[in-house]
């Protein structure tokens, strides 16, 4: 090999080596220092604080998966039950996609009765006889749209704005621009119930293109809260310290030599673990609540439920944690079984339900959390005001199928008008007669809650200023705030 092919393989492999940072750090212009000076502007400006002054400090969010039906909870459509077992009117159907409809479905009217509760007279089912004494701090908002009618795209569009995966998750975009409050603890954390994950998984928690820091934890109320934080058998404390100093001294040197963030990122992640060893089984332990506590909300200590990680999330916010997301599965009533009918699994749903959540508003009111922690309840889409059929033939069960046109979400806490309901939906409960809400607008709303204008809240990705609410225009919903 001669002297000057190996000069150039030492040139090539140099280049190989040498990333877009080092080359700006190296310039003899002075250019690349003005350019890692303005990339660090952007990240202090990210989490540096608020825009607005907030009116919360943390979110908890109540995601009932497979989208329970607003027309046996919360809108209340009297006149739907006149065409009870009557063929669907062509004008909902023409144009329209459905998951499984086909054909003329039968109209399929309200499977509960209806009463007004509270000083603002809001409907509530039957089916939610405790949530119904806690309606005056509720703001419903019963015409949401999304304009996705399967499950797992339309859960990432709630709480990623996008039905694809690989973007972050709103309490990523938080965490990102508020940080935490409490160091030891991460700042979004997930719990889940119900026996299964949400088809798309952890893509409703990922921090997408964020550094991964931010993305949410999965905490179990059952075992170890964080698989694996527990030192393996014979490993000490003092062992474990020493081990993460060493492998941090380790990687950065290897920032120093190539420069990739996502390495700071990897020793923020072990010194967190390392911190949450102490904090999260804490935080976790819901035994050292009284027993008056657990009959609120209905939770046993040691099993997973919704009952325990409402509990959890009251436990989680009281220690500063920015976001929490609790994810309850089979809320799917297709009638295709008893499960997943409205007469059969829908009725242990909103059993399993009531008692918790209602506890959990209360329980923050009474500490003084309420105030500045904003609750949010909602599923991924509607159902429809018509019966399911698949094939064009009626389901063994009564059941109704996915409407994107129309669902209900409410909220509560700080900065929201308690005791009222925005938007209105038809008289079938199918599409909004007025004030339709999109989910960017509802994304912009929280984030000016917590204080961010989520048109400055940006990440430049794929040749955009990336943001939760997305491309298309998006509004605060003002008439729901105080």
């Not at 003899?28 to 890692?36: A, I, N, V």
């Not at 973007?167 to 940080?179: I, K």
């Not at 959540?357 to 909602?378: F, I, Y």
């Not at 909220?411 to 999109?438: F, L």
Request: charged share 20%; net charge neutral.
């Amino acid at each position: 090999m001669t002297r000057t092919t190996i000069e150039q393989e030492a040139a090539q492999q140099t280049l190989c080596w040498q990333t877009r940072r080092h080359f700006l750090q190296r310039c003899t212009t002075g250019l690349g220092g003005m350019w890692l000076a303005g990339q660090s502007a952007h990240g202090s400006k990210a989490q540096r604080g608020t825009h607005f002054p907030p009116k919360v400090k943390r979110v908890i969010y109540l995601h009932m998966i497979g989208a329970p039906s607003q027309l046996e909870l919360f809108d209340y459509r009297p006149e739907l039950q006149r065409f009870d077992g009557k063929p669907c009117p062509q004008e909902y159907l023409e144009g329209q996609r459905f998951a499984f409809i086909q054909g003329t479905p039968m109209m399929l009217g309200p499977q509960y009765e209806f009463k007004q509760h509270g000083q603002s007279g809001a409907w509530v089912s039957e089916r939610l006889p405790k949530f119904a004494g806690v309606v005056d701090k509720v703001c419903f908002i019963k015409t949401m749209q999304t304009d996705q009618f399967n499950h797992g795209p339309a859960q990432l569009m709630v709480h990623c704005g996008q039905p694809r995966v690989g973007y972050p998750s709103m309490g990523s975009w938080v965490t990102w621009g508020l940080g935490t409050e409490n160091e030891d603890l991460p700042g979004f954390i997930v719990l889940l119930s119900g026996g299964r994950q949400p088809r798309v998984g952890n893509a409703l928690w990922s921090g997408g293109f964020l550094p991964s820091v931010y993305q949410g934890v999965q905490c179990r109320s059952q075992g170890d809260p964080v698989l694996n934080v527990s030192n393996p058998a014979g490993i000490t404390r003092d062992a474990r310290r020493q081990a993460l100093d060493t492998l941090k001294d380790l990687n950065q040197i290897n920032h120093q030599t190539f420069g990739d963030p996502e390495t700071l990122t990897r020793i923020a992640q072990y010194e967190m673990a390392f911190r949450m060893q102490m904090a999260v089984p804490a935080a976790m332990d819901i035994s050292d609540e009284p027993q008056s506590i657990h009959d609120e909300y209905g939770a046993e200590p040691g099993k997973t439920s919704f009952a325990n990680n409402c509990l959890l999330a009251r436990r989680l916010v009281e220690r500063g944690v920015r976001f929490v997301q609790l994810f309850d599965w089979g809320w799917d009533t297709h009638g295709s079984s008893k499960a997943e009918s409205l007469n059969g699994g829908f009725v242990d749903k909103c059993r399993q339900l009531d008692r918790p959540a209602t506890a959990l508003l209360n329980d923050l009111e009474r500490r003084g959390l309420l105030e500045d922690t904003l609750v949010v309840w909602s599923g991924e889409f509607g159902r429809t005001s018509m019966a399911e059929n698949r094939g064009g033939m009626a389901t063994k069960f009564i059941g109704r199928d996915h409407n994107p046109r129309a669902f209900t979400l409410w909220m509560a806490g700080g900065g929201i008008q308690p005791g009222m309901s925005y938007g209105e939906t038809d008289a079938m409960g199918y599409q909004p007669a007025e004030n339709p809400v999109q989910l960017r607008d509802f994304h912009a709303t929280v984030m000016r809650l917590l204080g961010i204008d989520h048109e400055r809240l940006t990440v430049p990705f794929q040749g955009l200023n990336q943001k939760l609410t997305g491309v298309k225009p998006a509004r605060v919903i003002d008439e729901v705030l105080t």
